[in-house]
């Protein structure tokens, strides 16, 4: 009788070894998966701009994955995908000296220009589903579809977004945004 204890409590064991490892794996996977590069510079800007990091991580991770060089079919530049236009107007409000598209490669200037860039739809939009999707589909856009009956209902959220990328690109970064908290909501 005691060796049948003695090996279930070595089963229960190994089982529970194995578990934690398959854990420790999975999470470890998740974690190259979804990385958190350059947060030094995320987390400065995310606080200046009080933003959530985790969220500018999911947006880097969406728009780049984590590629300083990316350019996309858009020209635009860098991690946060930014195009020249919001660059230029970015380092002017910024008051970066000497400011060329060609710094949207370097990751500190790219970061910085992307969370003033989100600070500032939030201060035109006040929520997270029209800021992203003003960042992809362009402020512009987002005030119109707000403005039309056939998108918005209640004229202060979508109900419809009528660019089917947009509509995607949102989907995206909230499920990243999803992960991103899961995996570090405890180091931020």
């Known amino acids: 009788m005691k060796q049948k204890v003695k090996k ?12 934690i490892a398959i854990i420790f794996i999975l999470d470890n996977a998740a974690m190259r998966l979804y990385p958190v590069k350059y947060s030094d510079i995320v987390q400065m800007y995310s606080q200046e701009y009080e933003l ?12 780049s994955n984590f ?11 860098g991690l946060m995908q930014i195009i020249e236009k919001t660059g230029n107007w970015g380092a002017q409000k910024l008051d970066i000296a000497n400011y060329n598209s060609g710094m949207l490669f370097i ?32 402020s512009g856009n987002v ?11 209640s004229g202060k959220s ?16 909230k499920n990243s945004y999803k992960i991103y908290k899961k995996l570090y909501e405890n180091q931020f």
């Open 107 to 138: 990751p500190e200037t790219n970061i910085r220009i992307g969370c003033w860039y989100l600070s500032t739809l939030y201060d035109e939009f006040g929520d997270t589903d029209l800021v992203l999707a003003a960042y992809n589909g362009g």
């Open 52 to 63: 959530d990091p985790l969220l500018v991580f999911a947006i880097i991770k969406v728009e």
């Open 143 to 153: 005030s119109q579809w707000l403005g039309d009956s056939r998108y918005s209902v």
């Open 8 to 19: 279930r409590i070595r089963l229960v064991f190994l089982f529970l070894a194995a578990s």
């Open 158 to 173: 979508l109900d419809l977004i009528p660019f089917k990328e947009t509509e995607l690109y949102l989907k995206k970064v």
């Open 67 to 77: 590629a300083p060089d990316a350019v996309s079919p858009k020209n635009a530049r």
